[in-house]
């Protein structure tokens, strides 16, 4: 009796362990088939990648484009500006419609540094999906930051804070 139930253990043991592995042939791939599979994954995500906008890219046209500007702001865009009313100047939001909106560039070249009036500096600050475009004076007043965001994968403006005097 012992036998026979140590060889029925075995065997109830045996085909455990052989179901929960299965076949085998759901997971198998050859090499070329791993390889095709890898470069489809890898081709998916180089589209994925590229069919985001690429910033500067997208800020020589809005620069330059007027048509183009005007679709890719988000307005009514509320606007941070300084209320030259105010004795200080203290800074007023304000909300801008697409007919009162003028022409921003915000192209930059290191000339604008060394020029002999109006000198100023532009820095992109970058983070996750939104830009911010920051120009400084020098000795001057001149001080704003531009923000775009990123919307089904397309850059838009969707506010700005300008501070010059």
């Known amino acids: 009796m012992r036998i026979t139930g140590l060889f029925f253990s075995c065997f109830m043991i045996l085909f455990l362990v052989s179901c929960s592995q299965g076949t085998g042939k759901e997971n198998t791939e050859t090499g070329s088939e791993k390889s095709e599979k890898n470069s489809r994954e890898n081709n998916s995500s180089i589209v994925a990648v590229s069919e985001a906008e690429e910033f500067d890219q997208f800020i020589q046209k809005f620069s330059s484009e007027e048509s183009f500007q005007l679709k890719r702001i988000k307005f009514p865009i509320r606007v941070i500006i300084p209320n030259t009313e105010h004795e200080g100047m203290a800074p007023m939001e304000e909300t801008i419609t697409k ?22 500096y532009q820095v992109v600050r970058y983070k996750n999906d ?16 531009y923000y775009f965001a990123m919307i089904n994968k397309k850059w838009y403006l969707v506010t700005l804070y300008e501070a010059s005097f």
């Open 99 to 120: 007919y009162d909106w003028e022409m921003l560039d915000l192209t930059y070249d290191s000339t604008y540094l060394t020029r002999p009036y109006d000198q100023y």
């Open 130 to 145: 939104t830009a911010v475009v920051e120009i400084r004076g020098i000795n001057n007043g001149i001080y704003a930051d």
